[in-house]
């Protein structure tokens, strides 16, 4: 009887998953009693059990309520429609919160209740409707699916979102940082801006209201100077589109269309799923910007990992002309002048960046070897345990951190991370060379139980090429940077404690 009843539930309905389709019946008794046999009957019976029933909802949406006529077989199959809803609803209790279940559970009760005040007297006997019972299975099932697949508009997933807000949800703009605000727009408007105590104050973060300017001063594209500063911007804007047309229509040379060729494969995969960089006219701008820059710079040219290094650069000084939220802004709206500045802005900044790690992307990469060979000797003095852990299970750093030095962790942190981690090496001596070294080493030991409970080499090296930081906001960035600045301060210019 038991074993009835487990084949039984896989072939109530049609429309629940593992069910036999609507052309042929279930035959129980011609079933083989071999072990083998019964397996195999029952993966073939359950191949389907993890589809999305939206057929289902398609087919409610096309006939919204039946006929009369049809109110007596609705009776016959009302019964398997509710059993088929608690099946279904095994597997949404997986996708939904706690909170949400119980909302669910009480929305479920209270429209049962309505229901039996409903009911519709035919024949002498009494019968629900079958539409109000197909809505209530329909919409608790796929509540939760349907939200986010049919949006009015796009839904921006949480690892691509670019605001700044903090993680725990804390209001956008407290005293504290009105405060900051007001200090920041003081620096700034003085005639000549004291760079060390922009310095000071952006390594806790740059207010969003003043981080293009604050960006462009700190990278060393703007002087101090405020009376300079239209006259240099223009300079550097118009030598940027000088170079555009004196060396962008040699991308289909001989001698360079490789670099165009690999430049346009790897701009469509930058940040995938933020539509902004998905536009065209945002993967054109790319496309000059990283193939005039690869020109320039012989000694490396271009390099995968240096496409990434254009994103924070672009949506700072994007943000400064748009209010909304910038993952769905149409950058062709803006007026052509803008975009030209956006996009020259972004590309000075960038070299001024890559001027100060360029040996990451020289033959070899001998800058990104020596920093990954300089974080292991650094974590096996401050957590042996970890360093212990990687030998036993064969793990080597290069394995891990090579990307996190090629590509600054931008594929470990959501972008919006990225921008308020970049807020401090803009303000630290040497950030992106040196001070990212130490980031690196906090980032790794953040995660230390979670690499200490996996015991294989597959394991790890899948944990540490997908750590979980898509929930991560300033605090989480904030708290990595603290740790990083304490192991900077214990190491950098203590040698004996930092080799054996």
């Not at 006939?63 to 009369?68: A, D």
């Not at 040699?250 to 799923?273: F, V």
């Not at 994103?311 to 910038?326: A, G, K, N, Y």
Request: with cysteine; net charge negative; hydrophobic share 35%.
């Amino acid at each position: 009887m038991a074993t009835d009843n487990r084949i039984n539930f896989w072939r109530r309905n049609v429309k629940v998953p593992g069910r036999y389709p609507k052309d042929t019946k279930p035959k129980f008794n011609n079933l083989k009693s071999k072990k083998a046999s019964s397996f195999h009957e029952f993966a073939r019976s359950t191949n389907d059990a993890w589809d999305i029933d939206d057929e289902e909802d398609e087919d409610f949406l096309r006939n919204p309520s039946p006929t009369p006529s049809g109110l007596h077989s609705s009776t016959q199959n009302q019964q398997q429609q509710n059993e088929a809803g608690d099946a279904e609803s095994a597997v949404s209790r997986g996708l939904s919160s706690p909170v949400t279940q119980a909302e669910n559970l009480q929305n479920v009760q209270e429209e049962e209740e309505e229901e039996d005040a409903e009911c519709e007297h035919i024949n002498g006997k009494v019968i629900k409707s079958s539409s109000d019972a197909h809505l209530r299975t329909s919409s608790v099932h796929s509540s939760l699916q349907k939200q986010q697949s049919l949006p009015v508009r796009p839904i921006i997933p949480l690892v691509a979102r670019i605001s700044d807000q903090n993680a725990s949800g804390a209001p956008p703009m407290t005293v504290r940082e009105k405060s900051r605000l007001d200090k920041f727009r003081q620096l700034l408007a003085s005639p000549n801006t004291d760079l060390e105590e922009l310095r000071k104050h952006s390594w806790s973060g740059i207010p969003r209201e003043v981080r293009p300017i604050t960006w462009r001063l700190l990278s060393g594209y703007l002087p101090a100077n405020k009376e300079r500063r239209e006259l240099v911007l223009k300079r550097k804007r118009d030598e940027y589109f000088g170079f555009i047309e004196q060396y962008y229509h040699s991308r289909t040379d001989e001698h360079y269309k490789d670099t165009y060729r690999q430049i346009h494969i790897d701009i469509p995969r930058t940040n995938p799923l933020i539509p902004l960089f998905q536009q065209p006219a945002v993967q054109e701008v790319f496309e000059r910007i990283l193939f005039i820059w690869a020109i320039r710079h012989p000694a490396s040219g271009y390099v995968q990992g240096i496409n990434d290094l254009v994103t924070p650069f672009f949506v700072v000084f994007l943000s400064e002309f748009v209010t909304e939220d910038v993952e769905n802004f149409e950058v062709a709206a803006l007026p052509l002048d803008t975009q030209r500045n956006i996009e020259a802005d972004s590309f000075w900044c960038m070299s001024k960046l890559l001027d100060g790690i360029q040996d990451n992307y020289t033959f070899a990469q001998p800058g990104i070897q020596n920093k990954v060979k300089a974080l292991e000797e650094l974590v096996s003095r401050i957590d042996e345990d970890i360093h212990n852990h990687f030998k036993r299970y064969e793990v080597e750093y290069l394995q891990f951190a090579f990307r996190w030095m090629n590509n600054l962790l931008m594929r470990e942190l959501p972008l919006r991370c990225t921008i308020r981690l970049w807020d401090t090496y803009q303000a630290e001596a040497e950030g992106f060379s040196h001070f990212h070294l130490y980031v690196c080493a906090a980032f790794l030991i953040e995660w230390r139980k979670e690499i200490l409970s996996m015991i294989d080499f597959q394991g790890l090296l899948m944990l540490l090429q997908n750590l979980p930081t898509i929930h991560w906001g300033n605090e989480e960035v904030g708290l990595l940077l603290a740790e990083a600045y304490r192991l900077k301060y214990m190491f950098a210019d203590a040698p004996s404690h930092y080799k054996r």
